[in-house]
């Protein structure tokens, strides 16, 4: 069985057993895990006693509330950012106000709690996050443990694949069983879930492969002089039919040729992800602008979207690995929570930079600028 540590910060010593109470004969056990994990609990009363057992003992989770006597829970994230924790913080307070929250989602908090929660909110959220630590982990050791690891991973993608498979599975029985007559066009609601479900687990399966290749440092790169035109019409050419079926028109302003070092499979897989959001999150008729562009031997790509946009504490999440943002106007919306990771990672390989300007029910932009010469 395998433990993850928690610490509680928290001036109320209410909460702090409770929240001892509720962990301390809690497990998770998901298909892909060799094991249980459940939770040792720790506990401070201070901003001042938390640096100090994290420190010390370096907690997978942190439950930090922002009201404490001292240094404030804030200020504890900050110092923790500093100093790069890899520790997952979430903030328990009664008083999270908009300013409070951007900060510390910009200062890493991975999400918040509410007080007063209940036992069963408080379990549900630390089960997200333990998935979350778990696939961290998993791809972490990818270069470094071997088969073992790498099964585990393949393990993760077979079970995301289960339930869509088996959605799949049911939906052709139907068809096969004539469950609605021989009309037809009485399974076009079918027809179109199945292919909704086909279209989710191919995003997931190459997505997990590009990540894979990525960490493991496997990925063979063509790097030579491009032109970056290439790239953009191979990634149209992929998302055409999926923009023609949201309805979704695409235009690219650029000069006929930008020459760039790279290799241009690799550009394409960011324009394909960043092209790919433009469409999946935009509005019947909305339109997405790629805008390419360079100056001073630096090449800039902005996707442009005019889609439903996000609030300033939710961009901060993008790029971590299996994130995804979710709302009521997202929740019908499928993905892998990879292909922004697998943007950044990339930008980054290329000493490039990304970031995004965004405002709900007004769209998107991604910002990329890289290096027209990339030394390796």
Known sequence: MSTLKVLVVDDEPGIRSGVSRILKN????????????????????????????????DPEIILLDNKLPGIQGIDVLETLKKKQSKSIVVMITSYASLELAVKATK??????????????ELRSSIETITKHVFLKQMTSKLNTEGRQIRFQFLSVLSHELKSPINAIEGYLEMLQSRQFGENIGDYDQILERTMKRVKGMRTLIMDMLDLTKMETGNAHRNVKMFNLLDSVYAALDAMQPYAIQKDVSIHVNSPEKIEIKGDPEEFTIILNNLISNGIKYNNEKGRVDINISEHNEKVKIEVVDNGIGMEEQETEKLFHDFVRIKNEKTKNISGSGLGLSIVKKLTESYKGTIKIWSKPDEGSTFTLHFPKHYDE
């Open 107 to 120: 200062d890493g908090a991975y999400d918040f709690i509410p007080k007063p929660f209940t036992p069963q």
């Open 26 to 57: 809690f497990k998770v056990d998901y298909p892909f895990m060799d094991e249980h994990i459940d939770f040792d609990v720790l506990e401070a009363e201070s901003g001042e006693d938390a640096l100090e057992i994290i420190s010390e003992k």
